[in-house]
């Protein structure tokens, strides 16, 4: 072979762009893979399933002729190729097709399998049902503790404000002595507790928070003319029951 002149038209209008060789390999390699899966798709042997398959589709698609005997008959009794059945042509054009079975399934396979399915999904459904009302009803039940929780500490902090307020009162009248052990705040130091203290202590403790509250605020308003939620003493019950809406905080809003 003769050698290249590098100075020729014929070297110099080649594209030497980097990276096109790598491209026109990869493309080649593309096309030759589709060429093998072509060449092996054509000689690949077909099963009997698929040549039965083609020649039940060829002779479904060829149209009837003379030599079957059902169509020969039609025709003595004045069909035509393409018309409709019946005396005033308003029966089916079209053959009634073929509803072949190519699996090994038994009858009603194919209705049980529906049934099964649907059983499945009506169960989903039921446990997404369930699953929702669950978390509706976890977060009542947490909105419910919530706002007892709430209650019950607005109930303490009025409970503490009565027996402050009761402790005052009761002072300023010379009352050395609570009524109740917990009709006043009671003291942190546990050395000083006698006998007496323990027992009242017991049956103070059966009362809840809302019913000592109750109780003290019954006490306070009978005794002191005083009323918590108003924060006012007044001169008689008379002028309390007058001027003070009640004897709750609800009764105050």
Not at 28 to 41: D, G, R, S, T, W
Not at 155 to 166: F, I, T, V, Y
Request: net charge negative; aromatic share 6%.
């Amino acid at each position: 072979d003769e050698e290249e002149d590098y100075m020729s038209d014929l070297f110099i209008k080649q594209d030497v762009r980097p990276g096109l060789p790598m491209v026109r390999r990869v493309k080649e390699a593309i096309q030759k893979e589709e060429k093998q899966k072509e060449a092996n798709e054509k000689n690949r042997q077909k099963s009997i399933k698929e040549e039965e398959k083609e020649r039940r589709d060829l002779v479904l698609k060829s149209a009837l002729g003379n030599e079957n005997k059902g169509f020969a008959l039609l025709q003595k009794m004045g069909y035509k190729s393409g018309q409709a059945l019946g005396k005033s042509g308003e029966g089916i054009v079209e053959p009634i097709p073929l509803n072949i079975k190519t699996g090994r399934s038994g009858l009603g396979h194919e209705e049980l399998k529906k049934r099964k399915a649907e059983e499945k999904l009506e169960n989903y459904r039921q446990k997404l049902h369930m699953k929702k009302q669950a978390n509706e009803q976890a977060a009542d039940q947490f909105r419910i503790r919530f706002k007892t929780k709430q209650e019950e500490r607005k109930a303490e902090g009025d409970l503490r404000k009565s027996q402050r307020a009761c402790q005052q009162l009761d002072m300023q009248k010379d009352i050395s002595v609570p009524k109740e052990t917990w009709f006043w705040i009671e003291p942190e130091e546990e050395d000083k507790k006698d006998e007496e203290d323990k027992e009242d202590e017991c049956i103070s403790s059966d009362l809840s928070v809302s019913e000592k509250l109750h109780i003290l605020t019954a006490y306070l308003r009978k005794e002191h003319f005083y009323c918590i939620w108003c924060g006012t003493t007044y001169e008689d019950s008379e002028d309390l029951s007058s001027n003070c809406p009640g004897d709750s905080a609800a009764d105050h809003d």
